[in-house]
């Protein structure tokens, strides 16, 4: 396994309909692979460069994470402590629950704890068309603010007791809500000051300069005739002018998201000594906080089988289930998009990837990668 065939691998995507991929691999911090290749717009032939921006949608969710647990590192809260506490629009809480008659809204029997919104056992989905949602929007319109939002997701039912179940939801989106009520910032210029000044990253925000419109990477596909299409490239999770996302709102480049990582993967210091965690936070992020009733729903995705659920981040938990030649507690996301990070402490490996196709081919793609960089990495010696 050499490196020709890593790359071949990335030129091999555009018979999938993946116009352009960026894939860089770091150990110890240290660059070991990077290949850019391909069109940031394929209709209008711009190449991809490493000032490519992408919309990373949920890879937004471990940086949201690692930002809230600053926060809990400096005492401002407990894990088991109520939602509702810090947002009061979580004090009266309902849950759907499915019964013979049919679906009956009742008050939840237990309190919505911080732990429930990072873990997704809260019972909160991702219907973004749910009427409090659609109603707050016609309110506050493209101002709607972030703990406006979190203030309409409060006032949807569960769909299901607080704990008892996993469900990917909008969450990370409360979190953020959070993480402005405990900072007194707005959640971007506490990123700013805790996440992206500290590791250089100049390139990440939630909604990019006017100035770099250009060089946010086309959503693109096949059209029947075989030929390149654009799709709208709005990010319809971030609605508005001011509500910043948790859960899917961030637009970067690989180099500056590879910036954040490298850091997670170093439990928590960059390269360069700066630290943004402690180790120990990082070790708490990473550990599987799943029951099995809990996994079983996490698991009815085929991609995720093998791995739980921390805070913010999928964790290995059963390399022989998940067919993973990284090491137990290697832990990370993906992206709507196609975006994918993997960050594994014990080999000190990181994975970036990204691309911004229509099919991503997520499923098929990011288990290869995920593969095929360790086995190169081990055949060149490099762990």
Excluded at 177 to 194: C, D, P, R, T
Excluded at 250 to 261: E, G, I, Q
Excluded at 355 to 364: I, K, L, S, V
Aim: charged share 20%.
């Amino acid at each position: 396994m050499n490196r020709q065939r890593l790359m071949e691998f990335q030129k091999d995507l555009e018979k999938l309909g993946i116009a352009g991929n960026d894939l860089a691999v770091f150990v110890d911090g240290k660059e070991v692979y990077r290949n850019i290749y391909g069109w940031q717009d394929p209709v209008e032939r711009v190449p991809l460069t490493e000032h490519t921006l992408f919309r990373m949608f949920s890879m937004t969710k471990p940086v949201t994470c690692a930002a809230a647990f600053r926060l809990y590192e400096e005492g401002r809260f407990l894990m088991n402590d109520p939602v509702s506490e810090y947002l009061p629009e979580f004090a009266n809480i309902n849950v759907a629950e499915q019964t013979s008659r049919g679906t009956e809204v009742r008050p939840a029997r237990e309190l919505l704890t911080i732990r429930q919104l990072f873990n997704m056992t809260s019972g909160i989905d991702y219907d973004m068309e749910s009427p409090p949602i659609v109603a707050a929007l016609s309110t506050y319109g493209d101002e709607i603010t972030t703990r406006q939002m979190a203030a309409a997701i409060a006032q949807k039912p569960l769909l299901f007791e607080p704990g008892t179940h996993w469900m990917y939801g909008l969450n990370h989106d409360v979190l953020g809500a959070l993480i402005e009520v405990l900072s007194g910032m707005s959640f971007s210029e506490y990123l700013k000051q805790m996440i992206f000044e500290p590791l250089g990253m100049n390139e990440s925000w939630f909604r990019e300069p006017s100035e770099r419109t250009k060089d946010v990477c086309a959503r693109y596909g096949k059209a029947e005739d075989g030929s390149w299409k654009k799709y709208d490239n709005t990010n319809n999770l971030q609605p508005g002018n001011s509500f910043e996302s948790g859960g899917a709102g961030l637009t970067m480049t690989v180099n500056d998201y590879a910036r954040f990582a490298c850091a997670m993967t170093m439990r928590g210091c960059a390269p360069d000594g700066r630290r943004i965690l402690a180790g120990r936070t990082i070790d708490l992020m990473r550990s599987n906080t799943l029951n099995d009733v809990q996994l079983a729903d996490m698991w009815e995705t085929p991609t995720r089988v093998g791995y739980g659920y921390g805070y913010g981040v999928r964790t290995l938990v059963d390399a022989s289930l998940s067919g993973s030649p990284s090491a137990i507690g290697e832990y990370g996301w993906g992206g709507a998009w196609g975006s994918y990070t993997l960050m594994d402490p014990q080999n000190k490996v990181t994975i970036v990837y990204a691309e911004q196709a229509y099919d991503t081919h997520g499923p098929f793609i990011q288990r290869r990668l995920r593969n095929m960089v360790y086995s190169y990495l081990e055949w060149e010696g490099l762990i």
